[in-house]
């Protein structure tokens, strides 16, 4: 599986989401560091950053993946960009999906969802906690209180 089909795959497992970059970084971040083995290696080439593990590359894919109409920008009053797959991304994504490990395809399930119900300052927490290599070069703060 490559890249742009990993991508198409992982974010089929919740359908009819809307992904930050926030989902989009650390989601497969997370898949290259615990799934790499059971996908023909690492995808992405995270390195530390202002708020933790950042790939460029993430974004070309979905840059490459919305000029074949797989996938769609959206913007929903948010200062960010955010993105979702189209119907076909969506049904090519569930596609590739079924031809994951079973346990890579739940595996990113349970991620997608607890980015999803997890708020940016969280999610950068958990990752600082478990991957502490990735905070050199972070601008980010843990609010007190």
């Not at 992982?10 to 898949?31: E, G, N, R, T």
């Not at 390195?47 to 000029?67: C, I, N, Q, R, S």
Request: aromatic share 12%; charged share 30%; with cysteine.
């Amino acid at each position: 599986m490559d890249r742009n089909d990993l991508v198409l795959a992982a974010l089929a497992s919740v359908p009819d989401a809307d992904y930050q970059p926030v989902h989009m970084q650390k989601l497969f971040f997370l898949i290259d560091e615990n799934c790499a083995d059971e996908i023909g290696g690492k995808k992405f080439n995270f390195t530390p950053h202002d708020f933790g593990p950042y790939d460029k590359t993430v974004y070309d894919a979905v840059e490459e993946l919305a000029g074949r109409k797989l996938m769609r920008f959206v913007n929903h009053r948010s200062r960010y960009r955010t993105y979702a797959l189209t119907p076909e991304g969506l049904e090519k994504g569930r596609k590739l999906a079924k031809t994951l490990p079973p346990d890579v395809e739940e595996y990113i399930v349970d991620v997608v969802r607890w980015l999803l119900r997890s708020d940016f300052d969280k999610i950068v927490q958990v990752i600082y906690k478990e991957y502490p290599a990735m905070k050199k070069h972070s601008v980010y703060r843990v609010s007190a209180g």
